[in-house]
């Protein structure tokens, strides 16, 4: 049972769990949770439960591997370029209205792309799916952070992973059912139920406070720059060696194109009042070590949930439902992983040992990935799908919580979204370059087999038959099992890349500053930094707590603190009332009243100073000062602080008058 004080003096009881926010119970949280977890569960899908359908959707839409892959860059690239725009409107406006935005976004694309009739309609529609996802796959996240604190969150962020495992890795599953059942449209209507579902909830159970009124300043040029530098960069990385040669003048065009675009992105940013990505965020050491971590993480994750979908199709023989069952070895691994860890790292408060885990085994499965085949026993296979998901389970979201509790609140909308724009772009960026390593290999495997059987590659059916998705069914034993072969060494090839970016990420998580996590949910350190006499909290009682702001935000907020009981003070040109340093009773008349001992039913303070002869500047330090902070302090305490060593100074020079 928690109490909290009006500024009236009534009081108004809740139940609530350590770590949330006042006025909601634990029950009240999980439920407008779910609201969350199904806005993320509909975002997550979009991009996955295509992913053992697309051999059949782009073959009943006459595509290419060309188009195969657009058809997952396109969703990937529209969220990766939105993710920052929506993170940064977060920090500006009510997040709520976005969420509901967002959802609305992608279920109106979701609806438009089922009824596709080509690939080009489909990849336009799956643009506006990852506009969508994008809002979701920031907000979700900053809203939990203002709801729930960093050490509770932990738990949390294991149903948030639980949620993007069943999504991400249970997606090609469910996908594959659709497929063989009803029709691959259904890929693209499932989502809308769940996405009008989570608009309900969230609109009914989620109740943030408003933001304070002021003009809201949008970067345009920042933003238009972004979107132009990584979408040029990502359809360089996709097109290149297949549409035009990497040593040729388009290539040179876009690739010179999307650096300059890039270059002008990062120079704007230091100039603009609200950058869509704050480059002051980059002098926090944790900041900047999870964006590194942050890349690799996101190639395995959208890299093995696309690619795997191929594997278990194209290389073993499989149906796209049976696709799906296949991968749930990896499903199970990050589910337990996320929700284990989770739950640890509420309990205890240590997170590092989990993540330097977590980022081992993702690396030791890329590497033992790379060394399938079409015919490896299924039993190793999995073992090497489960490691990946285990890994992968306790490093995702942990890395947006220690970002989370390393940044000022002001900023955590841009820093989350940024955490996850640079793991999208991993993702988008992998896949895209994962994608036409696996073309390449795979054209070239088939022609070197045919080649071998004395076979003309002509034989399955066209001049361009060894670059487009076949149709085994069709295709006779001895050539069929060439191909096979062909897409399990390509696949294998596909993973032996994404495993050194892995190394990466074990030695950036080794690198990340071990800081406790805070207890402080985000709407309190607000109030506290923006309101303090409203809730009785304090922008140092916030720094304290374990969240860590800047020095100067946590300087300015601790003066802003003690500010009015200083202005009422007695100046020199007035006398203050004596203050018995044995009289407890005449101690607690002189001392200014703080905030939250307003009201009728206030209770007295106990602190371990008292006041002494040197009257009211002594009363500010000991009672002020120990209210900030929240516990009782010393003097020596009070002078290493350089917020109150002025006013301890100024307590000596009135104690020698």
């Not at 029950?27 to 359908?53: D, P």
């Not at 795979?442 to 070197?448: A, K, R, T």
């Not at 100073?609 to 500047?617: E, L, S, Y």
């Amino acid at each position: 049972m928690s109490q909290t004080t009006t500024a009236t003096g009534s009081k108004h009881v809740a139940k609530h769990e350590p770590g949330e926010a006042p006025g909601m119970s634990h029950r009240e949280v999980l439920t407008a949770l779910s609201g969350l977890l199904m806005g993320m569960l509909v975002a997550i899908l979009s991009s996955t439960v295509v992913s053992t359908s697309l051999p059949r959707i782009v073959s009943d839409l006459n595509g290419s591997q060309t188009s195969y892959t657009w058809v997952i860059t396109a969703t990937l690239l529209a969220t990766t370029v939105s993710t920052p725009l929506w993170g940064k409107f977060s920090d500006l406006t009510n997040r709520k209205v976005l969420l509901q935005v967002a959802l609305v976004l992608f279920v109106l694309a979701s609806v438009a792309a089922g009824f596709s009739q080509n690939t080009a309609t489909l990849i336009t529609f799956r643009v506006f799916q990852g506009l969508g996802a994008g809002g979701l796959t920031a907000l979700v996240q900053v809203v939990m952070s203002d709801i729930i604190s960093p050490r509770e969150r932990g738990r949390y962020m294991g149903y948030l992973g639980a949620v993007m495992s069943v999504g991400t890795i249970g997606g090609p599953l469910l996908g594959g059912v659709l497929t063989d059942t009803i029709g691959w449209r259904w890929n693209f209507f499932v989502g809308v139920p769940v996405g009008i579902a989570a608009l309900i909830v969230i609109q009914r159970t989620l109740h943030l406070p408003a933001k304070p009124k002021k003009k809201v300043v949008i970067d345009y040029w920042g933003a238009g720059l972004i979107a132009g530098g990584v979408s040029l960069l990502l359809i360089w990385v996709s097109l290149g060696g297949k549409q035009f040669e990497w040593n040729s003048v388009t290539s040179w065009v876009m690739g010179l194109g999307a650096a300059a675009l890039l270059v002008l992105a990062v120079i704007v940013e230091f100039r603009s009042k609200e950058p869509i990505i704050p480059l002051t965020l980059f002098k926090n050491r944790t900041f900047t070590f999870a964006v590194v971590a942050s890349l690799s993480v996101g190639v395995a994750m959208f890299g093995t949930s696309v690619f795997l979908g191929q594997y278990m199709q194209l290389a073993r023989g499989q149906s796209p439902t049976m696709a799906g069952v296949l991968t749930l070895p990896m499903v199970l691994g990050l589910l337990i992983s996320s929700m284990v860890a989770g739950a640890l790292i509420s309990k205890y408060g240590k997170w590092k040992p989990y993540m330097i885990v977590g980022s081992i085994l993702l690396a030791a499965g890329l590497f033992l990935m790379s060394t399938i085949e079409y015919d490896t026993n299924f039993f190793i296979v999995s073992v090497f799908m489960a490691m990946m998901g285990l890994g992968i389970g306790m490093v995702m979201q942990n890395l947006v919580l220690v970002v989370q509790n390393s940044v000022d609140v002001g900023v955590v909308g841009a820093a989350s979204s940024s955490v996850a724009f640079f793991r999208s772009l991993g993702g988008t960026i992998g896949v895209s370059v994962m994608g036409a390593v696996l073309g390449t290999k795979v054209s070239g495997y088939i022609s070197d087999g045919l080649t071998d059987a004395g076979v003309d590659p002509s034989a399955l059916g066209s001049g361009e038959s060894t670059t487009s998705i076949p149709d085994l069914s069709t295709v006779p034993g001895p050539i069929r099992t060439i191909i096979e072969s062909a897409y399990g060494q390509g696949v294998a090839d596909v993973f032996l890349i994404a495993a050194p970016l892995a190394i990466i990420t074990i030695i950036f998580v080794c690198l990340l500053p071990n800081v406790e996590l805070g207890t402080k949910t985000g709407i309190q350190r607000a109030a506290a930094a923006t309101d303090g006499p409203t809730t009785g909290s304090t922008g140092a009682e916030a720094a304290v707590d374990g969240n860590q702001a800047s020095p100067a935000v946590k300087g300015a907020a601790a003066t802003s603190a003690l500010a009015p009981a200083v202005s009422s003070a007695p100046t020199t040109a007035s006398t203050p009332a004596p203050v018995s340093a044995t009289d407890p009773a005449s101690a607690s008349a002189a001392a200014p009243v703080s905030p939250i001992d307003e009201g009728a039913d206030a209770q007295p303070r106990h602190h371990a100073h008292t006041a002494t002869g040197t009257g009211t500047i002594d009363t500010i330090i000991a009672t002020g000062a120990a209210e900030v902070a929240g516990h009782p302090v010393s003097d020596d305490e009070l002078a290493e602080s350089p917020v109150f060593s002025s006013l301890v100074e100024e307590k000596d020079v009135a104690a020698d008058r």
